[in-house]
């Protein structure tokens, strides 16, 4: 979660990036992640992070699954 004095600025990118890196090197080779539907701001995030392999909708959560083998 990132305050929202934060939002807007890349925090929730750099998060993502350093919660991937730290994964991978865990071996961990999938995140999944909710968000809900009109949280545009991190939908982008996730769809421009280059990991997106799957994502789903459901009641207005959305349901995002980041493949960490790919990049």
Known sequence: MVANSWQGYGAGTQLLKRLAVLARADG???LVADT???NYRMRDVF???GMVSSSTSDCGVVHVGLD????
Do not use: F, M
Request: aromatic residues 0%; glycine residues 8%; without cysteine.
């Open 28 to 30: 961990i080779k999938r």
């Open 36 to 38: 809900l539907s009109e």
């Open 47 to 49: 769809r421009h992070s």
């Open 68 to 71: 960490l083998t790919q990049g």
